[in-house]
C-alpha cells in the first residue's frame, strides 16, 4: 500500500461492528482483516449486499482496490458496516454520488441494537412463567 495512492476512506457502523474502509488505486481486489473477501464472508448474499453501493453509483470497482478493516459484531453486522463504510468512501471521493447512495439507504447508519437483558427475567423479553397458586 506504500507506493498505491489513497483515493478515500470511510468509517461505517453496525450493531456494534465498525468497519474501516479504504480506496486504494488498483485492479479490483478487495482485502477484509488481510483476508481475501471470499474467504472472509463466506455468504454470497452478504458480499451482494456489501458491494451495493458500487452498483448503485454505477463506480467502476476495477479501478480500485478495497482494504477494510473490520472489528467487533458477527459476520452479518460487520457486511452491514462495510456497506456504510464503502458508502461514505464514495461520497467523500465523489460528493456527486450522495443523493444517489442516501436515497438507496446506504448513508444511514442502522441503529438497531440488541435489547438489554432485564434483571429477574430470562432474556430481554422473555418472562418466567406465571404461576397463580
Known sequence: MANKKVISAGTGRRKTAVARVTLVEGA???SVN???LEEY???EALRDYLKQPFGICGFDASKVDVLVFA???GVSG???AIRHGLARALVKADE???AALKKAGCMTRDSRMKERKK???PGARK???FSKR
Open 96 to 98: 456527486s454520488l450522495r
Open 28 to 30: 479490483g481486489n478487495w
Open 41 to 43: 464472508v463466506t455468504s
Open 34 to 36: 488481510r483476508k481475501a
Open 78 to 80: 460487520q457486511a452491514g
Open 127 to 129: 418472562r418466567f412463567q
Open 119 to 121: 434483571p429477574g427475567q
Open 71 to 73: 472489528k467487533g459484531g
